[in-house]
């Protein structure tokens, strides 16, 4: 009887706690907006400011000689979506174009262009690729050589002949056959709000509570440390959900990013992280008693992380080996793993069940180590 009366008495305590929880979070809009304004903002932002895709290059066209075969070939990039040709007299003009961040690539056409085409050796043509960016310049250079290549093929057909290259590629874009950035940028965003989102708000729960002196009326109850980690954990895991699920229906029909896996896998592996989120945001709140500290803290500590090293942006087998390393660490690296997944491949086990698996780790790992540097007392 004297078991049950504790029990009883345990989940009043439990449940008088998530009531005040949640009360103070309806009396503080700062929570709401973490959770509900900042996905919204961030995806706006991210979603259509943040692009990939290298379209409608601005490219300047130098014509040394022009005849029928320049005038063939130039009209190629007229009628190509990513480049935009411009026409310029000499080389140097182009040259002062792209200095001054006009255009971004230089096809110089020399006066025997047409002569030499029909050479054994054929006819070269110069490129001049702005290199400030790498990436975008070799994809430049790569769309160059593609209306080259066209325009080849197309040139021989004309004339009865047979265009051989040397390797014919038949290539096949899996999981996205848009080449679309934005289906790889948005469900890394999700992982990014979901990080704020558990780590802000948790690491200021424990802190704002010493900063209004409520702490330590709330130690002198009869509640246990576990009992006050749960009050503090369901409260901001139900607002984190909502906050999930905003932001999975702005990347669904706002933003038409595909979910071609199990929206209920999507559900359960996001809970997932979020427990671990919020169990780093109140490992955070238990070593910060300012909630500007903690802000800071939960800041450098999760967000940065997630952004740099969990694959949202830089690909991780691109990095050295060391930061590699460090990259497992990060838990939305294994979350954006899962969403990718889910979100543009399906429910592929070999990389949903490793990555929840981890996730699971390291949210007993943070709640274990908050529970163990949890004691009711004042210093």
């Not at 939960?298 to 460090?326: E, H, K, N, R, Y």
């Amino acid at each position: 009887m004297s078991g049950e009366i504790r029990t009883g008495s345990a989940r009043m305590r439990l449940r008088g706690l998530i009531r005040k929880e949640f009360l103070q979070i309806v009396r503080d809009p700062s929570s709401i907006a973490i959770a509900f304004l900042m996905p919204i903002i961030l995806l706006l932002l991210f979603g259509y400011g943040v692009s990939l895709d290298s379209e409608h290059v601005p490219v300047a066209l130098v014509v040394e000689k022009s005849n029928a075969d320049t005038i063939d070939f130039t009209s190629r990039f007229e009628h190509s979506k990513y480049l935009v040709p411009s026409y310029y007299a000499s080389t140097r003009e182009a040259e002062q174009a792209m200095m001054a961040g006009r255009v971004n690539a230089i096809v110089v056409l020399r006066q025997d262009f047409g002569r030499t085409l029909r050479q054994s050796d054929g006819a070269p043509i110069q490129l001049i690729v702005n290199g400030v960016d790498a990436n975008t310049a070799r994809i430049i250079s790569g769309y160059v050589q593609g209306v080259w290549g066209n325009w080849l093929a197309h040139y021989a057909e004309q004339r009865g002949q047979k265009f051989e290259a040397p390797v014919e590629l038949q290539q096949r874009v899996w999981f996205n056959s848009e080449l679309r950035s934005r289906n790889f940028l948005v469900p890394g965003l999700v992982a990014l709000i979901m990080t704020l989102i558990g780590a802000l708000l948790t690491a200021m729960v424990m802190a704002r509570e010493w900063e209004r002196g409520t702490m330590e009326a709330l130690l002198v109850t009869p509640l246990s440390m576990r009992e006050v980690i749960v009050g503090k954990l369901l409260p901001y895991f139900v607002l984190g959900m909502g906050g999930l699920a905003l932001a999975v229906s702005m990347s669904l029909f706002l933003f038409g990013v595909p979910l071609r896996g199990s929206l209920w896998v999507l559900i359960v592996t996001s809970a997932l992280f979020l427990v671990a989120a919020l169990g780093m945001g109140l490992l955070i709140s238990t070593i910060a008693r300012s909630q500007f500290v903690a802000g800071q803290l939960a800041l450098i500590t999760t967000f940065l992380p997630a952004f740099l090293l969990s694959g949202f942006i830089f690909d991780i087998g691109s990095m050295p080996p060391v930061v590699q390393v460090i990259t497992h660490i990060v838990a939305a690296r294994y979350y954006i793993a899962i969403l990718q997944t889910v979100f543009l491949a399906g429910n592929d086990w070999s990389v949903i069940v490793p990555n929840a698996l981890a996730l699971v780790a390291m949210a007993t790992i943070f709640l274990g180590i908050t529970w163990k540097k949890s004691r009711k007392r004042l210093e």
